[in-house]
């Protein structure tokens, strides 16, 4: 018991709850963008893997680590742009077309990366962000440490989290993607334009996503590997339904599952011999899978989710 | 110019479409052969030699393509019932840690020719369990099964890992990470002497031709059928949703589990965490090309195998990263998405 | 003075169809004209010529003398053109005043002006008499009150051109006295409006003019003054058509009898206390507006929802909850209400939907029966006149009409004992609804007990031996068809019935 106390009153627990949330910030965020407009993204597990191999690459052939974020960026808007071609223009599923798009990112960046950077025996590195030192807040003891010593990247993702409610429910543009993903004919017929408009949510969502892959290999590693995304993109999918769509929620509860991920981590440390490790990794995809089971039904679904539209045909 | 829905579909276009699509997905990856600095159609031809041009290659490909054959009939069954099941990479680690168990724990002494079939069925049995736990969380808390079927591949492995690291550790791997091995009365019998591949391949290839039978020409596959294409009409029409979703689920995960113990007992013996390159996700493409047909998983198992083979093969030759065999396969499913939307719509100006 | 719109020589084709022939219209300003014709005469295609959703052919529209460019829907809308559609345009998980104001904004600003949205409806909602709450999830609200949340939508558009589809297709007699009432006022404040229609009474009382399209063609135009229901049915379907009427005939023994039964379903009742009984050789007509418990009356009876409590009795017997395959075994036959989503499976050939509610009796040792099921089928379309080519072919190719007709078919060539017909002859053309009655008509002669669930009330009247109304999940007192009339039935539809039997 005194070592779960322990744990919980480490600044370094606290430090790493943000630092682990970040990626999942910017992959929901991305991911509820492309859902609110009545696209599933599935092809965020690869396209997170895409962004943290392009915005390395562009780091490690001598761009800052901004201009790095960037270019993942607007890599994952290329292949959100592709998604979107799929599932909108010629309306395939939702389903088999993200993990496709999954599947080719994934697999393109491992090969761009070989071709890249031959294989060597430690992998190579880049200079990651470094944390940003906030006057007098950063000073603070204990909370200074445990809450003020984060990297840039995971401030825009909480300003992100924040600017995207705001789009979704105070403007103009945010009620029409709404309308989007609730009834795309009631949105045509209000002379809105529901291909555009799905188009625009999957590529700044697919652009989010990507950067959240960044984060991993420009802030939280400094070096890129395969399959080192690991499930965080089915996890930011799941985090959606638990957000209820809602930008907010979708902050807390990437805060929320990145404190049970953090914690857990920590309590391998302590308890190691006891139980085996691999109980302790399960934790983040069981905790997902549970959080579904609790939210799916409460949750109000965006009304033509996985439904393509096509002027004309009535849905 | 508009797009117009097809009335119905020549058989040549249903044939020639993944023949296309495949075509297209080679001319892609041919541009990323030639940005590695490559001649492409010496690429080409190596993958085809690579993979068939030796007596030891073309068995090779053939032991490959058996994992493939049965997740490709696992993701086609399921997808036919509209049930997404996307977990067969872990149900196939379930199914071979489960033969696994079984054949070193329980009965390593039984004669093959019972141990065989039950370690068969029970790796069908483990991959069942974990398809019926998403299935059952869809229709009682309207879950979609999608993300927990993904979710759960990553507990099946690790939960694999756990038991090599614990009940299933070979005290003789010397540390590696690897699980005691199936008895040699579990192994099954090579079916090409002097190479890997093993008996798997015809059961494969029976359990296609079962799968197909029972599809096109059973109540159950009639039923399925019904369900998938309209949950609403089959209800009407007296359908049971629900039972025939278990069954669809556990014959998709029975299969899928069914890989991995056929893999672990015709290939390698023993369990490791990296027993699959991703047969589970491969299996979707292989269903997809084949247009859920289960006679053609078997010629579409056999393409993926000849180009993970073939351009595993041809990349170590030509000195550029393996990474594009996984390339060409992803870009086969998507060009095939594209070619199967032209299935159904006609561009008319 | 210049016409406020002008629609001149619009030609669209799809493939071969000729959807508009060389239409020509005008409409004035403060007009109420009627668009009447069947489904098929090319009445949507016109609007949504006029909406900018689709372009046409040839011809051009001038708004106020100013031509239209086609294919824009925002400059229809910019040009006053305010559409509500029989489907309403509105998402029920957003709010009334999100619902109104999506689109009406410039994208790209960056805030919604949601304090001006809210007076600016409010003033309408005043103005036009059209009551709406514009915080109230749209979900939440009632059709007829949806109903008027879209046409609030059209007006905060400032349209001067209101295009109505069916506006009365989801609405109670009332409701629609209401509603012709309001557009009435609107035209005086100088609206002009169109409104399509395929029901001659309401056309008849509410427009200046009555325009007649069939086969895509503009095929009359008469004054409302100067015509009558005679003519205008002749001109819309183009030949006197009559619908077959039932004639007298004494009703057996009482085959089904429902007793206080209630059904919940997700925490509502769907149905209380109903009661019903049904004998052979009658039609007992159901009468009501959608979405007052039709649905889950169907389902019950034909074997997909279970009743909460009350008694049921078949051929005289109690029977608990049945399956479908206990209803069609007892000799149940049912026509669903929504025939393309539940009736059948689209992407299934013809002869696998005939065989699909009876697959017991198609299955050999598990084995489909095809040969059995192909003849079957056959024998089904030629006596029903089903076309639309070979057994074997996938059901969506057929005609709504068509579909209906199999759908009769593979019911009533087993001759069931009793029928649930629900809305059966909904979004046919005349043709095929004469079909269809004929059918449930001869079933009737040969016994066959048939409840039928309608919304249209002359359906009911034409049919039906005795006609009982569904309010809001109750069933009222049966009334003998004899002494019912569209007034009558229109007062049970409303619910009169409930004050007497509350007050009792």
């Not at chain 1, 627990?13 to 910030?25: D, F, K």
């Not at chain 1, 924040?162 to 609730?182: D, N």
């Not at chain 3, 017909?421 to 043709?431: F, M, T």
Request: net charge positive.
């Amino acid at each position: 018991m005194n070592e779960m106390m322990d744990i919980l009153g480490s600044a370094g627990l606290w430090a790493a709850v943000l630092r682990i949330a970040t990626p999942l910030i910017f992959g929901t965020l991305g991911a509820l963008l492309c859902e609110r407009a009545g696209v599933l993204n599935l092809g965020i597990e690869g396209i997170m893997t895409f962004g943290a191999m392009a915005g390395w690459l562009a780091v490690y052939q001598g761009c800052d680590l901004w201009t790095g974020l960037l270019v993942a960026a607007i890599c994952g808007g290329i292949f959100g742009a592709l998604h979107a071609g799929l599932t909108v223009t010629l309306g395939l599923s939702q389903h088999v077309s993200g993990l496709g798009v999954t599947l080719f990112a994934a697999s393109l960046s491992y090969y761009l990366f070989r071709l890249m950077v031959p294989v060597a025996g430690t992998p190579p590195t880049v200079t990651p962000f470094a944390p940003v030192h906030i006057p007098v807040l950063s000073d603070l003891p204990f909370l200074g440490a445990a809450l003020f010593n984060q990297t840039a990247p995971t401030w825009l993702a909480i300003g992100l989290a924040i600017a995207l409610a705001w789009v979704l429910f105070r403007t103009p543009l945010g009620l029409a993607i709404r309308m989007t993903g609730e009834n795309p004919q009631a949105a045509d017929a209000q002379g809105l334009n529901p291909t555009a408009l799905r188009y625009g949510a999957v590529i700044a969502g697919s652009a989010l996503m990507a950067v959240g892959g960044a984060f991993l290999t420009l802030s939280a590693f400094n070096s890129f590997f395969p399959t080192m995304v690991q499930g965080r993109g089915w996890i930011c999918i799941a985090l959606v339904v638990f957000a209820s769509w809602r930008p907010g929620r979708a902050l807390l509860g990437a805060l929320l599952f990145a404190f049970f991920d953090a914690f857990q981590l920590r309590l391998q440390t302590v308890l190691t011999g006891d139980l085996p490790y691999q109980i302790f990794l399960m934790i983040p995809y069981i905790l997902s899978i549970v959080a579904l089971a609790v939210m799916a039904r409460r949750a109000r679904v965006p009304q033509a989710l996985m439904k393509p539209y096509r002027r004309g045909e009535r849905i | 110019m508009r797009l117009e829905p097809r009335d119905h579909l020549p058989p040549w276009l249903a044939l020639a479409t993944p023949l296309i699509a495949v075509a297209a997905a080679l001319a892609l990856a041919g541009g990323l052969i030639a940005l590695a600095g490559a001649p492409v159609l010496r690429a080409y031809g190596l993958i085809v030699t690579e993979a068939f041009g030796s007596r030891l290659a073309a068995t090779e490909t053939l032991t490959r393509a058996i994992p493939l054959i049965l997740t490709g009939l696992a993701a086609a069954v399921a997808f036919r019932a509209r049930l997404w099941n996307i977990g067969a990479e872990g149900q196939l680690y379930l199914g071979a840690v489960a033969a696994v168990t079984v054949s070193s724990l329980l009965i390593p002494d039984w004669p093959p020719i019972v141990q065989i079939p039950v370690l068969l069925v029970a790796g069908a049995a483990a991959g069942m369990v974990l398809l019926l736990l998403p299935l059952w969380l869809r229709l009682r808390f309207q879950v979609d099964e999608v993300v927990t079927t993904l979710l759960l591949n990553f507990v099946a492995v690790l939960f694999v890992s756990m038991l090599i690291d614990t009940v299933l550790k070979d005290p003789m791997a010397f540390g590696w990470p690897q699980s005691l091995p199936i008895s040699d009365n579990g192994m099954l019998p090579r079916l090409v002497a002097r190479s890997r591949l093993h008996v798997g391949l015809v059961i494969a290839v029976a359990l296609a031709l079962v799968v197909w039978f029972v599809q096109a020409r059973t109540t159950f596959g009639l039923q399925s059928r019904a369900a998938g294409l309209s949950p609403g009409g089959a209800v009407f029409a007296g359908v049971p949703l629900g039972r025939t979703l278990v069954l669809v689920a556990m014959i998709s995960g029975g299969l899928a589990g069914l890989a991995g113990a056929v893999e672990v007992m015709g290939v390698k013996g023993y369990v490791t965490t990296d027993l699959s390159p991703g047969y589970g996700y491969s299996g979707i493409v292989v269903a997809m090309l084949a247009g859920l047909n289960p006679l053609g998983v078997v010629a579409a198992a056999l393409f993926t195998a000849m180009m993970y083979v073939g351009a595993d093969g041809m990349s170590r030759a030509m000195g550029i990263p393996t990474y594009i065999a996984d390339v060409t396969v992803a870009l086969s499913l998507l060009s095939m998405l594209v070619a199967l939307f032209f299935t159904r719509y006609r561009i008319r100006r | 003075m210049t016409p406020i719109l002008e629609i001149e020589h619009v030609s669209k084709s799809f493939g071969t169809t000729r959807a508009n022939d060389d239409i020509s219209l005008t409409l004035a300003q403060g007009e109420i004209i009627a668009l009447l014709g069947e489904n098929g005469a090319g009445k949507t295609t016109l609007m949504s010529i006029l909406s900018g959703h689709y372009t046409p052919d040839s011809g051009i529209i001038r708004v106020a003398g100013a031509v239209l460019p086609p294919g824009r829907p925002r400059m229809a809308i910019r040009a006053g053109i305010g559409m509500v559609y029989q489907h309403f345009s509105l998402a029920p998980n957003l709010t009334v005043l999100e619902n109104v104001m999506t689109g009406t904004e410039s994208l790209w600003s960056p805030r919604s002006n949601t304090a001006a949205g809210r007076a600016k409806l409010l003033a309408l909602s005043r103005k036009f008499g059209l009551a709406v709450d514009p915080d109230a999830r749209l979900g939440d609200l009632s059709v007829g009150e949806q109903q008027r949340v879209e046409i609030l939508k059209a007006l905060y558009n400032d349209v001067r051109i209101l295009v109505l589809d069916e506006p009365t297709a989801v609405l109670t007699n009332i409701e629609a006295e209401h509603l012709f009432a309001t557009l009435k006022g609107m035209a005086r404040q100088g609206l002009s409006l169109i409104f399509i229609s395929h029901k001659l009474p309401e056309v008849m009382a509410t427009a200046d003019r009555i325009l007649v399209l069939r086969g895509g063609r503009l095929v009359a135009e008469r004054r409302a003054a100067e015509t009558s229901r005679a003519e205008l049915a002749e001109l819309m379907v183009g030949r006197a058509v009559t619908r077959p009427v039932r004639d007298a005939a004494t009703p057996g023994a009482v085959v089904l009898e429902l007793t206080d039964v209630t059904l919940r379903e997700a925490g509502v009742n769907r149905l209380k206390s109903v009661g019903l009984h049904l004998r052979e050789g009658e039609v007992l007509g159901i009468i009501g507006v959608s979405g007052n418990g039709q649905k889950p009356l169907a389902a019950l009876l034909g074997g997909t929802a279970r009743r909460s409590g009350g008694e049921v009795r078949l051929f005289g017997q109690p029977i608990g909850n049945l399956t479908v395959t206990d209803a069609i075994a007892a000799g149940i036959g049912r026509i669903p209400e929504d025939r393309n989503h539940e009736g059948v499976v689209g992407e299934m050939a013809i002869w696998e939907n005939v065989v699909l509610e009876r697959i017991g009796d198609y299955s050999r040792h598990g084995f489909v029966d095809r040969q059995a099921g192909m003849a079957d089928a056959e024998r089904i379309m030629a006596e029903f006149d089903v076309r639309g080519g070979g057994a074997a072919r996938p059901i969506r190719l057929l005609s709504g009409g068509n579909v209906q007709k199999l759908i009769l078919g593979r019911n009533l060539s087993r001759r069931p004992r009793i029928l649930i017909a629900a809305q059966p002859a909904r979004g046919l053309d005349e043709g095929a609804v004469a079909a269809v009655h004929e059918r449930i008509l001869a079933a009737r002669r040969a016994g066959t007990a048939v409840l039928l669930i309608s919304e249209d009330l002359d359906e009911v009247m034409a049919l039906s031996d005795r006609i009982q109304a569904i309010v809001g999940g109750r069933l009222s007192p049966p009334v003998a068809a004899e002494g019912a009339d569209a007034r009558r039935l229109g007062l049970m539809m409303a619910g009169d019935w409930m004050e007497a039997e509350d007050a009792s």
